[in-house]
């Protein structure tokens, strides 16, 4: 089962989002979309070198790697590719487990060579202050 999911470049992530569409500010690193289930809980997936990689084709988004949202009830799985939901499998309390602690082991290892702070915080505290702001 596919559906589309339609690339819209925006400066700021707009306050509520519309089913179907990822916002993409590459300015502040950060995409947005609704989860494709329909429960409608807003996905933030910071962009960056540790976090997701977004790439354009065609005026078609992928996201790598996958989408898990293990955060929010329906914890859907699934995959942006080339303007496409493309459902994975769902996610079990082991995975996630697991998806977690590999996730802090590569922020970990990037960034103890980088020796910086991690984007991801940035972005997001970014992001939260310009909502405040509203
Ligand atoms: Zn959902």
């Known amino acids: 089962m596919k559906c589309k999911i339609t690339l819209q470049r925006v400066h700021y992530m707009p306050k509520e989002f519309e089913a179907g569409i990822l916002y993409v500010s590459?300015?502040?690193?950060v995409a947005g979309h609704l989860c494709?289930?329909?429960?409608?809980?807003?996905?933030?997936t910071p962009l960056g070198p540790t976090d997701w990689e977004f790439v354009?084709?065609?005026g078609k988004a992928t996201l790598d790697p996958s989408i898990g949202n293990w955060q929010i009830p329906c914890r859907?799985?699934?995959?942006?590719?080339?303007g496409e939901i493309d459902w994975s499998y769902q996610w079990t309390d082991k995975q996630i487990k697991e998806g977690r602690?590999?996730?802090?082991?590569?922020n970990?290892?990037?960034f103890d060579k980088r020796n910086r702070k991690p984007k991801i915080q940035s972005a997001l505290s970014r992001f939260?202050?310009?909502f405040r702001k509203k």
């Open 101 to 106: 602690r590999a996730e802090e082991k590569r």
């Open 108 to 110: 970990r290892t990037y």
């Open 36 to 44: 494709p289930c329909g429960c409608g809980n807003k996905i933030i």
């Open 76 to 82: 859907s799985h699934y995959w942006i590719t080339d």
């Open 56 to 58: 354009e084709e065609d």
């Open 26 to 29: 590459e300015e502040f690193e």
């Open 128 to 130: 939260v202050n310009w």
